[in-house]
């Protein structure tokens, strides 16, 4: 989860992406500190400005509050992360699908990749094993 | 947010009678990092030159929190020429000591610790030293005043890509958030990340004043790109 910034989609989006990724895989862990706007934006290399805009969505979202004393803490509420981690989960299928789909799959046949690749037919990809595989 | 400079018909004509910089208009505010792009001979360097009050202006007036460039002004403007003024024969501790003894905001320990950073040796004479070398330690100078206005006329374009990561990082860190940078740069995917705002120049005139991230977002592209469709030869 590097900062990635390069896409042509406006900079906050991205950071509030790969802040979002943070909290749901526990590099955030639920109640913990999140390190200071300066900080995270001498670490992304974006205007601190832009990253006070990223994390005041987050806060909006309720992912992060303010705390006045401990600064900015992760939310306690685990089932707030874990919905949208399903939400992030469903995205990605959604991407899958369109992707498949330009390869001119349907939605049987591209179910059928998943089934796949899940009983561990196809769980070398590209010279990696994959996780969970035989 | 307060006007730190307001240029109102800034206008310059060099001897040849083109106008460099025409019946400029622009407001440049505190707390922002802003992108000055444009193509060669735009006006971005004129247009420095005069908020720093190395030239005249033909026609209309520049203001810095409401003065004419002058004595006040370079105390709160931090300037990096596009050339450098160091003396060669100088030690880098002697210009040290020389911006301490000219800039009452100077923060030498801030320039020995960035010197140190980049792995500079403060006894070397600058003669001595490489290019990239020589424009590091210029910037490091310009960046460790507590200035309200930083003005970076190409400030990364001879030093190499780790060393301007490091830049850009210390541009971010150590700036107070009272305080506004504008950098003027061709090196335009390198810095966009950390600009507020971009003020395009063509002919002297402004044609674009917008946040990066409004740019990005009704465009559907970097500034980079951006600017390669406006300026498109």
Redesign the interface.
Same mark, same amino acid.
């Given at each position: 989860m590097t900062w990635n910034?390069?896409?042509?989609?406006?900079?906050?989006?991205q950071i509030v992406e790969t802040l979002r990724m943070r909290i749901v895989s526990g590099v955030y862990p639920p109640g913990s500190r999140i390190p200071s706007v300066?900080e995270l934006?001498?670490e992304?290399?974006?205007?601190?400005?832009?990253m006070q805009r990223a994390l005041a969505d987050l806060e909006r979202m309720e992912l992060i509050s303010t705390q006045r004393t401990t600064g900015k803490t992760v939310t306690e509420d685990e089932s707030r992360i874990l919905s949208l981690k399903e939400s992030i989960a469903e995205e990605e299928t959604k991407i899958y699908f369109v992707k498949m789909g330009e390869l001119g799959f349907d939605h049987r046949q591209i179910a059928d990749f998943v089934k796949k690749a899940a009983d561990g037919e196809n769980n070398e990809i590209g010279g990696y094993t994959l996780m969970g595989g035989e | 947010m307060s006007a730190l400079i307001e240029c109102r018909n800034l206008t310059k004509c060099y001897q040849n009678g083109v106008p460099a910089v025409l019946d400029m208009n622009l407001t440049i505010e505190s !707390?922002? %990092?802003y992108g000055l792009l444009g193509p060669n001979g735009s006006g971005k360097t004129t247009l420095i030159k005069m908020i720093n009050g190395l030239l005249i202006p033909t026609a209309g007036e520049v203001l810095i929190e409401g003065n004419k460039p002058g004595v006040e002004s370079r105390k709160i403007i931090s300037y990096l020429p596009e050339r450098t003024y160091l003396d060669a024969q100088n030690k880098v501790s002697d210009m040290i000591a020389f911006f301490e003894d000219f800039y009452e905001d100077f923060k030498p320990d801030r320039a020995w610790e960035m010197l140190e950073n980049l792995g500079i040796n403060r006894e070397a004479r600058l003669k001595t030293l490489s290019k990239g070398t020589r424009e590091k330690i210029q910037l490091i100078l310009v960046m460790s005043r507590e200035a309200k206005l930083f003005i970076l006329d190409e400030p990364i374009a001879g030093v190499d890509p780790a060393a301007r &990561?490091y830049i %850009?990082?210390t541009i %971010?860190?150590n700036y107070n958030?009272e305080a506004s940078v504008m950098i003027c740069t061709h090196l335009i995917?390198d810095i966009e990340?950390?600009? &507020?705002d971009v003020i395009f120049l063509k002919q002297g005139k402004v044609v674009l004043k917008a946040q990066?991230?409004e740019i990005?977002?009704k465009a !559907?592209?970097?500034v980079d790109?951006y600017f390669r469709e406006v300026f498109a030869c």
């Open positions: 910034l390069k896409e042509d989609r406006p900079i906050y989006v300066r934006a001498a992304a290399g974006v205007n601190p400005n832009t | !707390g922002h %990092i &990561d %850009i990082r %971010i860190t958030p995917s990340n950390i600009l &507020d990066v991230d990005r977002e !559907g592209k970097t790109q």
